[in-house]
């Protein structure tokens, strides 16, 4: 595969593969690996194309330090950081704190001083600092790509209101609206959120808000009660909404645009929205039973299923899943055997089994087999749990905590470099 390889090899001399910290900062691991008294240890990984992650403790004292570099391996610049997340990390004063700010993604509370935190985009080069807000605080969440960063907070008990920021500016500020039982707003990865709000001090009605990927309300319709998580479509076109009770329909999803709700479909066992094509109505569901997974592809203009494949491969387990226009691309890790490749009873967390990673490549039109690429050589299997893809603008890359590689559709489908 003709990939664009952005891990320097001299970066990741240093690099161990450990199971990710559950914050940053705090040390590795649960219990030590070496005898004796522990006088440094670091971890490196690559967190984003051109920006990697140092995870160093000298001592007693942890830090975690994010780096990002020219194309041509040169610093930008360098930051110790408190909080690490997908598209932007935070960088908070050290004084005592006066308020309390959750961030989604992250097991603790993370607490704002009075100086205010720093926010930094890692895929695009902005710094917010967040200003000090009376009332409750609330999330703080981006996309992947670090183009809209949002952040929740409550003028006053009851009340939810939304900050905007597209590309580091404060594009908008969306509320007031009563707040929906514990309801936070959801970002899809284009920019779109949406939001469950009561419509008025009655709490009778409940109302869906959408917002596009440029920070603006595309549209509020009343809506089903009670409802849970929606997932805005690309574009602020629709959303998404579980309705949020026990019985045969907790896995029905109900399709809302401007006009209300259109459609509803099972989807089930244990269904989960993978993501949605670019630019489109159609998203990818997986579904699972026990280890049998399988994957579906919604198109919700007609309410209905366009296909519903395995993960591809021999009895694989998928580690990652990217989305284009044109292609849904598996990475697929697989049991090595010597002789014939085979990956019969596999269980990919089982401890250091030998695997090959592969990757397929499926029509969204049809989901058949467009192409695929296998690694030549087996490896062990790590837990680093790090494997994902990223989508900047019109380019799809693979990150692993030792390499970057940007993918081609053109290479994929043309079945060129490695593609077979």
Same mark, same amino acid.
């Given at each position: 595969m003709n990939s664009k390889h952005l891990a320097a090899a001299f970066f990741l001399v240093m690099a161990v593969v450990l199971p990710p910290p559950a914050k940053a900062g705090h040390p590795f691991g649960p219990t030590p690996?070496?005898?004796?008294?522990?006088?440094?240890?670091v971890e490196a990984y690559w967190m984003a194309p051109y920006v990697r992650v140092s995870e160093e403790r000298i001592g007693k004292r942890g830090a975690t330090m994010v780096t990002w570099f020219n194309e041509d391996g040169m610093i930008k610049r360098q930051t110790e950081v408190s909080i690490l997340e997908p598209g932007y990390v935070v960088i908070i004063s050290r004084r005592f704190p006066e308020a309390v700010v959750r961030s989604r993604f992250a097991p603790d509370f993370i607490r704002r001083s009075a100086y205010s935190n720093v926010i930094r985009g890692v895929n695009e080069e902005w710094k917010i600092v967040l200003p000090n807000k009376t009332g409750p605080s609330g999330c703080e969440t981006s996309t992947p790509d670090s183009r809209v960063f949002v952040v929740e907070f409550h003028p006053r008990q009851g009340l939810i209101a939304l900050d905007i920021y597209v590309h580091g500016k404060l594009e908008n500020t969306v509320g007031p609206f009563r707040q929906y039982g514990f309801e936070s707003v959801h970002l899809s990865d284009d920019g779109s959120a949406a939001l469950i709000v009561w419509k008025d001090e009655s709490k009778k009605t409940a109302q869906l808000v959408v917002l596009d990927p440029g920070g603006k309300v595309s549209f509020r319709v009343d809506c089903d009660h009670p409802v849970h998580?929606?997932?805005?479509?690309p574009?602020?076109? *629709?959303? @998404?909404?579980? %309705?949020?009770?026990?019985?045969?329909? $907790?896995?029905?999803f109900l399709w809302y645009t401007r006009d209300g709700k259109l459609s509803t479909l099972e989807v089930s066992p244990n269904p989960y929205c993978v993501g949605w094509v670019p630019d489109s109505r159609k998203s990818l569901f997986s579904t699972s039973l026990g280890y049998d997974h399988r994957y579906r592809l919604i198109d919700w203009d007609t309410g209905k299923s366009l296909w519903d494949i395995p993960c591809p491969g021999d009895h694989g387990h998928a580690l990652a899943i990217g989305l284009t226009p044109r292609l849904v691309i598996f990475a697929? *890790?697989? @049991?090595?055997? %010597?002789?014939?490749?085979?990956?019969? $009873?596999?269980?990919?967390?089982e401890g250091e089994k030998e695997w090959i990673r592969a990757f397929y490549a499926i029509s969204v039109k049809d989901g058949s087999l467009v192409a695929c690429w296998q690694a030549p050589y087996p490896r062990r299997l790590s837990t680093d749990d790090r494997d994902r893809f990223l989508r900047l603008g019109d380019k799809l890359?693979?990150?692993?905590?030792?390499?970057?590689?940007?993918?081609?559709?053109?290479?994929?489908?043309s079945k060129s470099n490695g593609w077979k």
């Open positions: 690996d070496l005898a004796g008294e522990s006088k440094g240890k998580s929606p997932i805005a479509a574009g602020g076109a *629709g959303a @998404l909404l579980l %309705p949020n009770q026990g019985g045969t329909n $907790q896995n029905t697929v *890790g697989e @049991l090595y055997k %010597p002789g014939p490749w085979s990956g019969t $009873q596999f269980v990919v967390r890359f693979f990150i692993t905590a030792h390499e970057v590689v940007e993918l081609s559709d053109d290479e994929i489908i």
